[in-house]
């Protein structure tokens, strides 16, 4: 069965920190590059972070450059991102998407498997 589990979201003050993990079972990791997109309620699904296939590539949005970090451990199958200065527009499910592909992109039609979400709410 192919499949992303994420985990670690829920409830944090604004300026705290989450780590999210993106665990995949499955297919062959190691060719897949892995993208976290949010989707706020009312609001379209954006893309957050990305990391490449290798791990040698990453992107952000702006909106979380020098919050956030994306990370990878292919020993364990499995993906990172460190939030922190959490901010209450950071408020939206997480989700994370694999693309069999060596680079980084935010088109969420190119993805080819996705989790299910984790919620994250930013509020005090």
């Known amino acids: 069965q192919l499949q992303l589990v994420e985990s670690g979201g829920g409830l944090v003050q604004p300026g705290g920190s989450l780590r999210l993990s993106c665990a995949a079972s499955?297919?062959?990791?190691?060719?897949?590059?892995i993208v976290w997109f949010r989707q706020a309620p009312g609001k379209e699904r954006e893309g957050v972070s990305c990391?490449?296939?290798?791990?040698?590539?990453?992107s952000y949005v702006d909106s979380v450059k020098g919050r956030f970090t994306i990370s990878r451990d292919n020993a364990k199958n499995t993906v990172y991102l460190q939030m922190n200065s959490l901010k209450p527009e950071d408020t939206a499910v997480y989700y994370c998407?694999?693309?069999?592909?060596?680079?980084?992109?935010?088109?969420?039609?190119?993805?080819?498997?996705w989790g299910k979400g984790t919620l994250v709410t930013v509020s005090s």
């Open positions: 499955g297919f062959t990791w190691d060719y897949y590059t």
């Open positions: 990391i490449s296939s290798s791990g040698g590539s990453t």
């Open positions: 998407a694999g693309w069999r592909s060596g680079a980084c992109t935010f088109n969420d039609h190119a993805m080819n498997y």
